[in-house]
């Protein structure tokens, strides 16, 4: 079967870093996504990788290995209302996309 | 900005009664989807578009059906509303199944009691 993991919550404290893991087993391999969702919101796309290494968009940042099935979300300069939910999402050989179940983020002050 | 917009927004139904979801986009996207998220649960793709007058089920389709007789909307339905289809309905589209992503609507929570 394909599966997505992700740790289910993490604290973090305002102004640090947060490292959010993700690993994968799917069939096939077609990029992965990240997307926050804020609760009682829809998800919002944050990055995009398909090759491996690190994608950096400001304060976000997205690594990937494909060898070993993983990647990881990497935010800096937590704020608050960077307290939200991130999405893991792969998309497989059939071009759709596999959820993770979501790491909830709460930062405290 | 309108993007992707669902109706209703809420909706509590009897085991048994019927209705449909609308979804409707404004970004000339080709692409649509429908998923429902349950607690501690990854989004689950339900049926799915790849263009006007195209469906296709996907991962867990039974209960639910789909029509898309233009390209800005994609319609979601149930025949026989049960329990178990309680949940949180997301529309989503995207231009292609590359590394553009999908553009979520604001949801429809809907109850079956």
């Known amino acids: 079967g394909q599966n997505i993991d992700q740790p289910t919550e993490m604290t973090a404290t305002e102004g640090a870093i947060v490292q959010i893991n993700c690993t994968y087993q799917t069939s096939g391999f077609n990029g992965l996504f990240w997307y926050q969702q804020h609760a009682g919101e829809a998800p919002t796309f944050l990055s995009y990788n398909v090759l491996d290494g690190l994608e950096e968009k400001g304060r976000f940042s997205s690594f990937l290995s494909r060898s070993k099935g993983y990647s990881y979300l990497l935010l800096k300069e937590l704020q608050m209302k960077d307290s939200a939910s991130y999405l893991c999402?792969?998309?497989?050989?059939?071009?759709?996309?596999?959820w993770g179940a979501g790491t909830k983020l709460i930062i405290k002050p | 900005n309108a993007g992707v917009t669902q109706t209703p927004k809420f909706r509590v139904l009897k085991t048994g009664q019927s209705m449909t979801l609308l979804c409707a986009q404004d970004m000339n996207h080709e692409y649509m989807y429908w998923y429902r998220q349950d607690p501690g649960m990854g989004l689950r793709l339900i049926h799915y578009s790849v263009g006007e007058g195209t469906t296709a089920k996907g991962e867990v389709p039974d209960g639910y059906n789909v029509s898309r007789l233009k390209k800005q909307n994609f319609l979601l339905g149930l025949e026989s509303a049960a329990p178990s289809q309680t949940s949180v309905y997301f529309c989503a589209s995207s231009q292609g199944e590359d590394s553009r992503p999908q553009h979520f609507g604001d949801g429809t929570r809907l109850s079956i009691l």
């Open positions: 999402a792969v998309r497989d050989s059939n071009y759709q996309l596999i």
